[in-house]
C-alpha cells in the first residue's frame, strides 16, 4: 500500500490521516494526528478460529509512551513504562466499549487492536483520536467488522466546544465523549463516557445534537478512506444448520424455559445459565442450570460438535424468550414493572473503627463502602504521560469472587475494578469540598459484598453514605442507576435497574449518576447497532426519576453529613506563615521541623504559599504542633515581656536566652541587674528560667533584652 495523506478540518484543527503501512505485519494499520497529538493503530486478527468459546476473544490495549510527552519518567532504577496507568486503562475501555458491539455476532478468532500514542501535544487527548484510529484500521483491514465508529469530545461553559483542551474540560459544565455509527435513522449512539457538574438532563440531549453532525463527518471521511484502499475482507466460514437437531432442541425445550423464567420463587436470584456471573434461582428447586444440564443429558448420544451446537441454541432460546415477554408482555424475569426500582436498604456507621461506612443494597445487589481521612500529604501522586499531579480524593471498587458465589483465583487490580471505581470516582468528585475548606485527604474502598448487576451503582450510592457518615461537608448527596433496553430493530422497551439476566440478554447498559440537581457522570455500552434521540432521551428522564427515588431512601437513613468527624479520624489544622519564615520552621536539615514531629507525634505540611497543614491522631497534640510553629514564625516587638525566658549560652558580655521556641535574644551585661556587674555568671547560669524585656530590634533583626527591667516590671 503506498501511502496517502487525507485531512479533515474538524473543530478547532485538522485532523490528518496517514496510511503508510509502518506495521507491515498487521492486518491494518493507521497514523492519525491531530494538533500534534499523534496515534498509531493496529489491527491484528489470528490465522486460526478457537474452538469451544462462547465469548468473542477481543483485546484492545491503549499504550502511552512517556517519549510522547518529551520526558524520563518511572523508577529511578527502571526508567521505563511499567503497568498502564489508571488513565491508559480508562481509554482501552473507552475504545472497546465502542469497537466491540460491531463485530460480527459467532466471530470467534483472536483480534487484538493496539493503538499507541506516539506523540502529546498537551491540548488534545488520544481517546477519541485512538478510537477514530482504531475503527479506520478495522475498516481498511481484512478482519471482518461491521464499521465504523467515530467519537467526539464535547465539554460546555459558556458555550459548547468540540473537543476542548485539558483547561476547558476542567472548566466546563460536563465534558462527554460521545462515539457513534451510521444508520438509514441517522447517527445513532454507540458508546457515551463523560463527567458533568450537576448538568442538567436538557443540556447533555444538547450536547449529543452537537456531537452527531461532527461525528457523521468523521464516519464518513473513514468510507472514504476505505472505498480507496480499504482490503477485502476475510470470509469467515459459517457453520452449516443442523435443522433435525435444532428441532429436536426447540420440541424438547417448549415451554420450560418460559416456566422457569416467569414462576421462579427466588426471582431476584436468577440465574440464566450454570457458568453465569449471577447464581442461584430457582423455580421449586429448579434452575436454567438445571436446564440445560438436562438438555445435555438429552444430547448426550451426540458428538461434541453437536453437543455444543444444541447448547448454543439453549442460550439463544432464553434470548428470545427474555426478549419476547419484555417487548409483547412487559413481564422482566422477576417480576417487576419495568420502570421499577429493586427493594432498597440502606445503613451507616456499620464499623465501629472506620471514620465513616456506609452500606447500600439494591435487591441482590450489597456494596460496603469504608471511608478514611489522611493528611494532605497521604495524596496520589500520579505520573504518566498525560496526567502529573496530586489526586486528594480516590474511590477503589473491589470486587471479590465471593459476591458472584464463586471461587476463582484473586487477582491484581483489574480493568473491570479500576473502570467501574472511577465512574463512582466521577460522579462523587464534583460533590467533594475544596481543600480549602476541607484540608482532609479522602479515600472510599467499596467492597462489593453480593452482585446480581449494577455493583458500579451500588458502590456510588454506598460510597456517598460513607462520606456524609464521615462528616465530610459534600455539595449534595449521589446516587446512581443502571438501565437496560431490549429491542427487535423497531419495537423497544427501557428497563429501570437491570440485574444481571438483563445485563447479559438485553442490548443496553446505561449508567447514570448524579444528585437532585443533575448529572455527575454517565456510561454507556450497547449490544445493538446504536441508540436513537428518542430512546437517549426517555432513558435518561427514567433514570432521573429513579435517581431521586434512590436518593430520598438514602436521605432518610442519614439526612445530611454530620456535624463532627469521627472521633478516631486526625484532626487537621491549617493556618498560614510568611513564605520567607518557613526556613526557620524546617531549620538547618529539617531539625526543627523534626523535632516538632517527633515531640508532638504530629504530620506537617507547608506549601510554598506558606499554608501549614497539621495532622494529628489527637487534637491536643495538633494544636501543640500549631502553636509551637506560631510561635517560631512570630514576630517580636519592643516592649514585650516574657516571664520565662530560658538562658542557652553565656559569653563574657552577656547572656542569650530564649523567649520563643528558635528566637533567641541576647540581655547584654548591663541589663542584667541595677548594680555593677562583674560576671555574667554572678547573676545567671546557663538554663536558668528567668523574666526578660524585649527594650530593641536592631535593623539586622537582634533581639536585646532586659532582665533588670523585667523584674523592676514586676
Same mark, same amino acid.
Given at each position: 500500500m503506498e501511502e496517502k495523506i487525507f485531512k479533515l478540518e474538524i473543530g478547532p484543527k485538522i485532523l490528518e490521516v496517514n496510511t503508510r503501512p509502518l506495521a507491515k505485519n498487521a492486518n491494518g494499520s493507521v497514523l492519525v494526528k491531530y494538533g500534534d497529538t499523534t496515534v498509531l493503530a493496529t489491527c491484528v486478527m489470528s490465522k486460526k478460529p478457537l474452538e469451544g468459546i462462547d465469548f468473542f476473544p477481543l483485546t484492545v490495549e491503549y499504550s502511552e509512551r512517556y517519549y510522547a510527552a518529551g520526558k524520563i519518567l518511572g523508577s529511578r532504577f527502571i526508567r521505563r513504562e511499567g503497568r498502564p496507568t489508571d488513565e491508559a486503562v480508562l481509554i482501552s475501555r473507552i475504545i472497546d466499549r465502542a469497537l466491540r458491539p460491531l463485530f460480527p455476532k459467532d466471530l470467534n478468532y483472536e483480534v487484538q487492536i493496539i493503538i499507541t500514542c506516539l506523540s502529546w501535544d498537551g491540548e488534545n487527548d488520544p481517546a477519541t483520536l485512538g478510537l477514530f484510529a482504531a475503527s479506520l484500521g478495522l475498516l481498511i483491514s481484512d478482519i471482518p467488522w461491521n464499521g465504523p465508529t467515530a467519537a467526539v469530545r464535547v465539554s460546555k461553559n459558556d458555550q459548547m466546544k468540540l473537543f476542548p483542551n485539558y483547561q476547558e474540560r476542567e472548566e466546563s459544565v460536563y465534558d462527554l465523549i460521545a462515539a457513534g455509527v451510521d444508520s438509514d435513522k441517522g447517527v445513532l449512539i454507540n458508546m457515551i463516557d463523560g463527567q458533568a457538574k450537576e448538568a442538567s438532563e436538557q443540556s447533555i440531549f444538547e450536547a449529543f445534537d452537537f456531537a452527531k453532525p461532527e461525528i457523521k463527518k468523521l464516519l464518513d471521511l473513514q468510507k472514504e478512506i476505505c472505498e480507496k484502499i480499504g482490503k477485502e475482507k476475510i470470509k469467515i466460514e459459517e457453520k452449516p444448520s443442523d435443522k433435525d437437531l435444532e428441532e429436536s432442541v426447540k420440541k424438547f425445550l417448549a415451554g420450560k424455559i418460559e416456566q422457569v423464567l416467569t414462576t421462579s420463587t427466588v426471582k431476584d436470584n436468577l440465574s440464566t445459565y450454570q457458568d453465569s456471573p449471577v447464581r442461584g434461582g430457582a423455580c421449586n428447586g429448579f434452575s436454567l442450570s438445571d436446564l440445560k444440564n438436562e438438555l445435555k443429558d438429552f444430547l448426550k448420544d451426540q458428538d461434541q460438535e453437536k453437543l455444543n451446537y444444541g447448547v448454543s441454541l439453549f442460550e439463544k432460546e432464553i434470548e428470545k424468550t427474555f426478549e419476547e415477554n419484555i417487548l409483547n408482555n412487559e413481564k422482566r424475569p422477576d417480576g417487576r414493572k419495568l420502570d421499577q426500582v429493586r427493594d432498597l436498604s440502606c445503613e451507616v456507621g456499620l464499623l465501629p473503627r472506620t471514620h465513616g461506612c456506609g452500606m447500600f443494597s439494591r435487591g441482590e445487589t450489597s456494596a460496603l463502602s469504608i471511608l478514611t481521612l489522611g493528611s494532605p500529604s497521604d495524596h496520589k501522586l500520579m505520573e504518566g504521560m498525560e496526567v502529573r499531579g496530586k489526586k486528594r480524593f480516590m474511590h477503589h471498587y473491589n470486587f471479590p469472587p465471593y459476591c458472584t458465589g464463586e471461587v476463582k483465583p484473586i487477582r491484581g487490580t *483489574?480493568?473491570?475494578? %479500576?473502570?467501574?471505581?472511577?465512574? &463512582?470516582?466521577?460522579?462523587?468528585?464534583?460533590?467533594?469540598?475544596? %481543600?480549602?475548606?476541607?484540608?482532609? $485527604?479522602?479515600r472510599i474502598v467499596s467492597e462489593v459484598l453480593s452482585s446480581n448487576g449494577s455493583?458500579?451503582?451500588?458502590?456510588?450510592c454506598a460510597a456517598s453514605l460513607a462520606l456524609m457518615d464521615a462528616g465530610v461537608p459534600i455539595k449534595n448527596p449521589v446516587a446512581g442507576i443502571a438501565m437496560g433496553l431490549v429491542t427487535d430493530g423497531e419495537k423497544y422497551k427501557i428497563l429501570t435497574d437491570i440485574q444481571g439476566p438483563e445485563d447479559h440478554h438485553g442490548h443496553m447498559d446505561f449508567k447514570v449518576a448524579g444528585t437532585k440537581n443533575g448529572v455527575n457522570a454517565i456510561q454507556l455500552d450497547v449490544k445493538t447497532l446504536g441508540l436513537t434521540k428518542e430512546?437517549?432521551?426517555?432513558?435518561?428522564?427514567?433514570?432521573?426519576?429513579?435517581?431521586?427515588? +434512590?436518593?430520598?431512601?438514602?436521605?432518610?437513613?442519614?439526612?445530611?453529613?454530620?456535624?463532627?468527624?469521627?472521633?478516631?479520624?486526625?484532626? %487537621?489544622?491549617?493556618?498560614? +506563615?510568611?513564605?520567607?519564615?518557613?526556613?526557620?520552621?524546617?531549620?538547618? *536539615?529539617?531539625?526543627?521541623?523534626?523535632? +516538632?514531629?517527633? $515531640?508532638? &507525634?504530629? $504530620? +506537617?505540611? %507547608?506549601?510554598?504559599? *506558606?499554608?501549614v497543614f497539621i495532622t494529628g491522631e489527637k487534637e491536643e497534640a495538633a494544636k501543640k504542633a500549631m502553636d509551637w510553629i506560631k510561635n517560631i514564625v512570630r514576630e517580636v516587638k519592643a516592649g514585650e515581656f516574657f516571664p520565662q525566658g530560658k538562658v542557652k549560652r553565656i559569653l563574657d558580655f552577656g547572656a542569650f536566652v530564649e523567649i520563643l521556641p528558635g528566637q533567641e535574644g541576647m540581655v547584654h551585661i548591663s541589663q542584667l541587674a541595677d548594680r555593677r556587674v562583674e560576671k555574667v555568671t554572678d547573676v545567671v547560669s546557663v538554663g536558668d528560667i528567668i523574666p526578660v524585656k524585649v527594650i530593641s530590634i536592631d535593623q539586622q533583626g537582634r533581639i536585646n533584652l532586659s532582665l533588670k527591667e523585667a523584674k523592676n516590671k514586676n
Open positions: *483489574g480493568r473491570r475494578e %479500576i473502570g467501574h471505581g472511577m465512574l &463512582g470516582e466521577k460522579a462523587i468528585l464534583p460533590m467533594i469540598p475544596d %481543600i480549602e475548606d476541607f484540608p482532609y $485527604t479522602i455493583s458500579s451503582m451500588a458502590s456510588t430512546i437517549l432521551e426517555e432513558t435518561m428522564i427514567k433514570a432521573k426519576k429513579a435517581r431521586e427515588e +434512590i436518593l430520598a431512601k438514602m436521605q432518610s437513613v442519614i439526612a445530611e453529613p454530620r456535624k463532627e468527624l469521627s472521633q478516631y479520624a486526625p484532626r %487537621i489544622f491549617v493556618f498560614s +506563615i510568611k513564605p520567607e519564615k518557613i526556613r526557620e520552621v524546617i531549620g538547618s *536539615g529539617g531539625k526543627v521541623i523534626n523535632e +516538632i514531629i517527633d $515531640t508532638c &507525634g504530629v $504530620t +506537617i505540611d %507547608i506549601e510554598d504559599s *506558606g499554608k
